[in-house]
Each structure stands twice: as structure tokens, then as C-alpha cells.
């Protein structure tokens, strides 16, 4: 078999998407000890923390504000409804939209969510002020790729 010469800008260390990738993944098993004491996975959680924001939401606007396509939410709001979390509801204005709203005991929840940032941060070993500004960078990142889409 030939050997391959050597080629830094290949090197998978030398990545950026490898160490967004794999830092998402570690972030991922740092929330799902916390998220599990709250019966939600991650990807619940961030749903949550959107309707905890914008009670009424449309599956649309949360789509949006996730970044995700709206029938991917589907089954992930379904079982948030089972959990009895919230409600979803057509809009009497247009059949075809869906809105979301919490639930007292998807409004309770989120008292119980208020320690998960401090312990995200105590994790990372950083302060929030690093933190904040590692947040904002690469929400810049984001939006700079997003517009080669």
C-alpha cells in the first residue's frame, strides 16, 4: 500500500468543523445527566427553552429558531405533549398552523432548569465572560456560513 505524504491542511486535528463537532458531542453528554432529572433529552430541552421564551409559538417560528425543518419537530413535540408539557393547538385563523403552548407543568419545569447554565459553566472550567464571547464568535461563525447557503 503507498504511503501517503504528509498534508497538514488534511489533518483531522487541524479541523475547525472536527473541533465544533466533537465539542458539541462532549457538550451534549455534559447536559444529559442534568436534563435527564428533567425527563427531557437535549434536543427537547432546547425546545423548551424556546417556548419558555415565546409561550404561543407557532411549529414554524420554533423550526426556525432552531434551525431544524418543521417535521423533524413532530415527533419531538408529540412526546412533549404526552409528557403533558404542552399543547398543541391549530391556529383558529389558519388551520395549517400549529401553535405551542406550555402547560403549568411545562411552566413549572423551567424553575427546575435554572441550575443547568451555572452547571454547564462550572463544567467548562471557563468564565462567563470567555464563555459569552466563545458564544458570540461563533454565532458571527454561523451567520457568516449561513450565507453561502
Not at 437535549?42 to 417560528?61: E, H, K, N, R, S
Not at 398552523?97 to 454547564?120: N, Y
Not at 459553566?121 to 457568516?144: D, F, G, I, P, W
Request: proline share 5%.
Amino acid at each position: 500500500m503507498p504511503t501517503l505524504e504528509p498534508c497538514s491542511e488534511l489533518e483531522l486535528d487541524h479541523q475547525l468543523c472536527f473541533a465544533l463537532y466533537s465539542t458539541s458531542l462532549t457538550m451534549t453528554k455534559i447536559y444529559k445527566p442534568l436534563l435527564k432529572e428533567l425527563g427531557l433529552t437535549y434536543p427537547q430541552y432546547l425546545a423548551m427553552l424556546v417556548l419558555w421564551q415565546q409561550d404561543g409559538i407557532t411549529v414554524g417560528a420554533l423550526s426556525k429558531r432552531l434551525l431544524t425543518d418543521p417535521g423533524s419537530l413532530t415527533p419531538l413535540l408529540k412526546r412533549l405533549e404526552a409528557d403533558q408539557l404542552l399543547i398543541r393547538q391549530r391556529s383558529r385563523q389558519d388551520e395549517r398552523i400549529v401553535e405551542l403552548f406550555l402547560t403549568d407543568k411545562g411552566r413549572d419545569l423551567r424553575e427546575q432548569a435554572r441550575s443547568i447554565p451555572s452547571c454547564v459553566v462550572n463544567a467548562s472550567e471557563k468564565s462567563v465572560e470567555t464563555l459569552t464571547q466563545l458564544k458570540e464568535e461563533l454565532v458571527q461563525l454561523r451567520s457568516s456560513l449561513q450565507k453561502i447557503d
